[in-house]
């Protein structure tokens, strides 16, 4: 206990999610984790993190429902807060198709509130923003023009959302990096939200079947979950890149969605049916499919070179299902 206390705080938001759960475990041992997490989309529960962090403080806490306790409470723990890791969010094509202008409104209503404190306190804030807001490119660098959909397709709200908070980070002069992650994926990453590997492999072990949305040419690239925690690891103790945004992906794993289909299907050796169907028999019409997507890494290798290649990524997830 006392020398739990002594660690510098960490405080993650999301972090019962995918990727803040994964930061608390690599990083429990040099800070003392602090988690807030509405459980809304959560792939851990606190206790199973407690078996692997040993001592950590959790807060269930909607960030954008925040009482007048909540707010008292968050301006004592960042108070002192080293690191703020901003994680929680809607997420998923699945997810913001479901309830669009909820995930718009929660976003505005969770800068409104999180970010002034952020900014009294000066904490140190990782943002996990995201591709989208480049839309429909490819190579995509950080200083270059990006590229939003009409609010017709509300879809396109997630990535305006995301650019709003980027604004606002700078707006409020809160020291932060910016991570735009390109389909970081790995173990645990939820199959229910429309996150195209694990979604593929569960209907590949489950059903027989993998379902491509489209006709398969769109392009992704996929990164492992250790290759966000691996350059994380650097942004964190180094000043260098502080005010700045960075692209975490890896360029190495382009591929097209079908090709992706016919590498899980070869990898898993399943006998697997791949089916095609139109976009939008299985999404409304406020989503439209992003037809390119592959990060630029230059700013990234500066520091940090993705390792994990796409058949071992596929592997790494298949195993969590057996
Ligand atoms: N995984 C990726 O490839 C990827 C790509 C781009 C951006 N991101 C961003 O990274 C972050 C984490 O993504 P993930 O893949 O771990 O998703 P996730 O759904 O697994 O994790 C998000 C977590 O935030 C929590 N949460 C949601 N709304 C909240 C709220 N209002 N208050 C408190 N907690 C809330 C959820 O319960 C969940 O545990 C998100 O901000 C997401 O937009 C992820």
């Given at each position: 206990?006392?020398e ?5 705080k ?12 994964e ?31 040993g001592?950590?403080t959790y807060?269930?806490?909607d ?21 703020f ?11 913001i ?7 718009i ?39 270059q ?6 609010p ?5 709200g997630?990535a ?5 908070t ?34 593929m492999?569960?209907?590949a ?17 996929f990164?492992?979950?250790s ?18 945004t960075?692209?975490?992906?890896n ?6 969605i ?25 999404y ?12 630029s ?14 058949k ?5 997830i ?5």
């Open positions: 206990m006392a739990f206390m002594t660690r510098p960490m405080l993650v938001s999301g972090g019962l999610g995918f990727l803040g759960s930061i608390a475990k690599n990083f429990f041992q040099e800070y003392a984790i602090t988690i807030i997490d509405n459980l809304s989309t959560n792939v851990v529960s606190i206790d199973d993190l407690k078996d692997i962090c001592e950590i807060r269930n806490m960030l954008a429902k925040l009482s007048k306790v909540d707010l008292d409470w968050l301006n004592t723990e960042l108070n002192d807060t080293t690191i890791c901003h994680f929680a969010a809607a997420v998923g094509v699945k997810k198709d479901q309830s669009p202008r909820e995930a409104i929660n976003e505005n209503k969770i800068n409104h509130d999180l970010l002034p404190l952020l900014a009294k306190y000066k904490t140190k804030t990782i943002f996990a923003s995201s591709s989208e807001v480049y839309g429909n490119q490819e190579n995509c660098v950080e200083d023009s990006l590229q939003i959909g009409p017709d397709i509300l879809r396109w997630y305006c959302n995301k650019l709003m980027e604004f606002l980070l700078k707006s409020y002069e809160i020291p932060h990096i910016t991570l735009r992650l390109f389909n970081v994926t790995g173990p645990r990453q939820s199959s229910k939200y429309g996150m195209v590997i694990p979604k492999i569960r209907d072990i489950k059903t027989g079947k993998i379902t491509i949305y489209g006709d398969g040419t769109q392009t992704r690239s990164c492992h979950i290759d966000l925690i691996g350059s994380l690891k650097y942004l964190i103790e180094q000043d260098k890149f502080t005010n700045q960075i692209n975490i992906g360029d190495q794993n382009r591929v097209t079908e090709e992706l289909a016919h590498l899980i299907k070869d990898t898993l050796k399943l006998d697997v049916e791949i089916e095609k169907i139109a976009f939008n028999d299985e409304s019409a406020n989503s439209k499919d992003i037809l390119k997507r592959s990060p890494i230059e700013k990234l290798k500066q520091f940090y070179r993705p390792q994990v290649k796409l071992a990524i596929i592997e790494d298949a195993k969590s299902y057996e």
